[in-house]
């Protein structure tokens, strides 16, 4: 099969999917490159277009050709009898859309099916899924009640429903932030928490070959300058990412033990990468992220090393699976 790393997307974290693509590239040099643009037309790119586009995270990425319709290039995907490794994040990339279309074609992909990503997309359902698996999650908060919460619990935090890479966050500490999201929840679903204390935590999973699935270590994060949000993510030197995290080892279990708990109670596939904060009452689940980011500065990535595990190899084992679960669907 012919291995076609697509990036780019019709949202906003398409700039970090750049980047993503960039690292794919590297790892896989062999690869054709496919760029999924606002207009939502897939271009062919070249190595050198992709590798010179020297700030992803701030600039948009110009293809700088005439591309084609992105259901044709699904199309082309299936004659062609190609495998599409995704570097996407966020929106009809990751909600289960663009994996509907595949599995509908054929085509193999790489990450969780259109289901799973559907679910674990929806940060309200997913809570729901992995509590019943046991996996400690924050309660709540209904938009009509924010008042009564804010001074129930002092401190608050507010983040889109359904978006990702830290987008829209917004730290309720005083009144005058209420307005903030009642604002941002007139144009789109908001998921509303009491704010936990306590320090930022990752996991990834990972989907072997034989089937066979296990946690990564964990990942602590440090942030520069407060907030682990877009900028202190993919901008900011002075942010730590820690791996493995410095926690105690019965920490360590727990987070580990909850990233699989999730990664099953929602039916990820490939791999999948889950967040905590880990506060007093030990690790409290924040979002399961189905397409992480696979940039050079990202997360799960770092989690492989600390693993023993060369990208190049990951890469190759996940093209593997997307081709064994398509002709299983057959």
């Not at 397409?291 to 997360?299: I, K």
Request: aromatic share 8%; with cysteine; hydrophobic share 40%.
């Amino acid at each position: 099969m012919r291995t076609t790393i697509l990036f780019g997307g019709t949202n906003k974290e398409r700039l970090v999917s750049v980047a993503s693509a960039q690292a794919l590239h590297r790892a896989l040099p062999e690869a054709d490159l496919w760029f999924w643009d606002p207009a939502d037309t897939v271009h062919d790119v070249t190595s050198k277009a992709l590798l010179d586009h020297a700030r992803p995270f701030e600039d948009e990425f110009k293809p700088g050709n005439r591309g084609v319709a992105f259901e044709q290039a699904l199309d082309k995907a299936r004659t062609e009898d190609r495998v599409l490794v995704l570097g996407l994040h966020g929106g009809r990339a990751e909600n289960g859309e663009l994996q509907a279309m595949c599995e509908m074609r054929g085509i193999p992909f790489t990450g969780s099916g259109s289901a799973s990503s559907h679910l674990a997309f929806d940060k309200t359902a997913a809570k729901r899924f992995v509590a019943i698996a046991g996996v400690q999650a924050p309660a709540g908060i209904a938009l009509e009640d924010l008042d009564a919460a804010f001074a129930e619990y002092g401190r608050l935090i507010a983040k889109p429903a359904k978006d990702g890479s830290s987008y829209g966050l917004i730290f309720v500490n005083a009144k005058q932030d209420l307005v903030a999201v009642r604002n941002a929840a007139k144009t789109e679903e908001y998921l509303i928490e009491p704010f936990i204390a306590g320090t930022e935590a990752t996991c990834g999973v990972l989907e072997r070959p034989d089937g066979s699935v296990v946690s990564l270590p964990p990942v602590e994060i440090v942030p520069g300058e407060g907030a682990f949000d877009y900028t202190a993510k993919y901008l900011l030197k002075s942010t730590q990412e820690i791996c493995p995290g410095r926690f105690a080892p019965d920490i360590t279990a727990a987070i580990m033990a909850q990233a699989l708990q999730a990664h099953r109670a929602l039916s990820c596939g490939g791999y999948s990468r889950t967040d905590f904060i880990v506060s007093a009452r030990g690790p409290v689940y924040l979002e399961t992220n189905t397409l992480p980011g696979l940039t050079a500065a990202s997360l799960y990535p770092k989690a492989l090393k600390a693993q023993g595990i060369e990208f190049a190899d990951f890469l190759r084992d996940q093209i593997t699976l997307a081709e064994k679960r398509s002709r299983e669907r057959i």
